[in-house]
C-alpha cells in the first residue's frame, strides 16, 4: 500500500479575530510638584496584544487611605479618568483635587475587547492653600483681652502647619501679627490648637482681626471678625484742672475730659471731692455731667483741696487734685476793746484780734473823735484816723485835757 501526494492549492490567508491583550505592565502613578490638582501615570505595552490596540484607559477613584477622615469618599467606585492613544504611555491627569490620595489602574484596549486591569498604583495630590478657617467667632471678652475659637477649613488642601492672626485698630501704625503653630492629632482628626487669647490689647477699642491658615501649598483667604473691647474703668485723671475763687464762700473748678486714648469707656460724669486743707477729716463729695462745678457753701478765705475724677459704667479714674482759697470777706470787728485813761492827753486803746480775719491780716484802724455828748468843750472836731499794723494796743496822744473821747477799731485785710 502506497501513499501518493498530489500538489498543493492554491493558498488563501486568513486571520482569526481579535481577542482583548493581556494586561498593561508596570503601571506607575506619581505627584506632580508643584501641581495639586494633577498627577501622572505611566505604563508599558501589554506583552501579547492579540490584536491592535484601539487605546489605553485610566481608570481612577479617590483612595479610602486619606489624611483627615471627612476626605474618604462615600463611594468607592472606579471611574474613566483619561483615554489615551494606542502610541502613548503616558498621560497627565486633571481636574484632581488637591491633596487627595488616588488610587488607579490602566487597560488597553483593541477591537476585540478592554484588557484586564493592570496593577493598581496610588499617589496624593500637591498640597494648596486652604480655604478659609470656618466658624470664627470670640468666647470671651474682656477689657484688654479677647479669647477666639474657630475650625480648621472645609478644604485644608494640605497639612496646616500654622494660622496667621492679624490684628489692628485705628491708632496702630501697622497690623500685629502671631503665628498660631499647629500639629494635626489622628486620634481626633483635628489640630492641637484652634482657639487663642489675645492680651495686652486697649480698653474700649474697636479691633480687625483676621485669621488664614498655611499650608506647604501657600496661605489661604481670611476669616475676619470686628471686635470692641470692654469699658474699663479710666486710667487717666482729667487735664488741666483749674480753679478759682467766684466768692468769699465758692471756687468754680474746670477741667478738660482725660485723654480719648486713657477714656477706656464712655464718660458719663465726674465725681469730685474737696475738703479744708486744714481740716481734712471732713471730706464732701459730689458729682457733675459738666466740666465745671461751682462749689458753694465754703468758708471765707480758706483753702480747700480739690480732687476730680472720670467715670463711665465700670467705675472711678484716677483723681488729679489742685488747692485753691475763696476770696476774702471783711473780717469779723476785733474782740474786748478797752480804752484806758493814761493822762490829761492820752489814752490807752487795747484790744484782741477778731474771732475771724478772713483775709490777709493788714493791720487795724482806729477812728476816735470827741464825744457829742461831752458839753466841756464848745467845739466841733474832725474825726481822727490813725492806721496800726501787727499790734493789739495804741496810745493816742495830745489829747484835749479832761475830754470824753469815742474810740472804735477796725480790722483791715
Known amino acids: 500500500f502506497t ?100 488610587e488607579c489602574y490602566v487597560t488597553a484596549s483593541t477591537n476585540g475587547g478592554e484588557s484586564e486591569p493592570s496593577n493598581n ?60 503653630p499647629v500639629e494635626f492629632i489622628e486620634d481626633s482628626d483635628e489640630y492641637n490648637e484652634t482657639n487663642i487669647t489675645v492680651e495686652y490689647l486697649n480698653e474700649f477699642t474697636n479691633y480687625t482681626f483676621n485669621l488664614s491658615a498655611v499650608t506647604g501649598g501657600g496661605t489661604g483667604p481670611e476669616a475676619t471678625i470686628d471686635i470692641t473691647t470692654d469699658e474699663d474703668v479710666p486710667s487717666a485723671s482729667p487735664e488741666n484742672l483749674t480753679g478759682m475763687f467766684s466768692s468769699a464762700t465758692s471756687l468754680l473748678i474746670s477741667w478738660f475730659p482725660p485723654p480719648e486714648q486713657d477714656q477706656n469707656g464712655d464718660i458719663m460724669g465726674y ?66 476793746l478797752n480804752v484806758t485813761t493814761l493822762n490829761s492827753t492820752a489814752l490807752l486803746v487795747e484790744w484782741d484780734e477778731p474771732l475771724s480775719v478772713r483775709g490777709d491780716r493788714n493791720g487795724y484802724r482806729i477812728r476816735y473823735e470827741l464825744s457829742d455828748d461831752d458839753s466841756f468843750l464848745n467845739t466841733t472836731y474832725i474825726p481822727t484816723i490813725i492806721v496800726c499794723v501787727n499790734v493789739s494796743s495804741q496810745i493816742l496822744t495830745e489829747l484835749h485835757e479832761f475830754a470824753a473821747y469815742e474810740v472804735t477799731v477796725q480790722a483791715r485785710n
Open 121 to 180: 498604583d496610588s499617589a496624593r495630590t500637591d498640597e494648596d492653600s486652604p480655604t478659609v478657617p470656618r466658624d470664627f467667632i470670640y468666647t470671651k471678652i474682656t477689657s484688654t483681652s479677647v479669647t477666639l475659637e474657630w475650625r480648621r477649613p472645609e478644604c485644608p488642601n494640605g497639612v496646616i502647619s500654622e494660622y496667621v492672626l492679624e490684628y489692628d485698630n485705628e491708632s496702630l501704625t501697622q497690623p500685629i501679627t502671631i503665628s498660631i
Open 271 to 336: 465725681n469730685i471731692s474737696y475738703f479744708e486743707v486744714d481740716n481734712s477729716d471732713i471730706v464732701t463729695y459730689t458729682s457733675t455731667e459738666e466740666t465745671m462745678i461751682n462749689i458753694t457753701g465754703l468758708m471765707v478765705y480758706t483753702e480747700y483741696n480739690v480732687s476730680v475724677a472720670a467715670y463711665t459704667s465700670i467705675g472711678t479714674g484716677p483723681f488729679d487734685s489742685i488747692i485753691e482759697r475763696t476770696d476774702s470777706a471783711p473780717p469779723f470787728a476785733p474782740q474786748n
Open 3 to 102: 501513499i501518493i501526494i498530489g500538489e498543493f492549492s492554491e493558498v488563501i490567508t486568513n486571520r482569526t479575530l481579535e481577542d482583548a491583550p493581556s494586561s498593561p505592565l508596570n503601571f506607575n502613578v506619581v505627584q506632580v510638584t508643584g501641581s495639586s490638582t494633577t498627577l501622572s501615570a505611566s505604563w508599558t505595552q501589554p506583552s501579547t496584544l492579540n490584536g491592535i490596540l484601539t487605546n489605553y484607559t485610566v481608570y481612577c477613584r479617590i483612595s479610602s487611605k486619606q489624611f483627615y477622615s471627612e476626605q474618604i469618599p462615600n463611594s468607592n467606585e472606579f471611574t474613566v479618568f483619561n483615554t489615551a492613544s494606542p502610541d502613548t504611555t503616558e498621560v497627565v491627569l486633571t481636574g484632581l483635587e488637591a491633596f487627595t490620595v488616588y
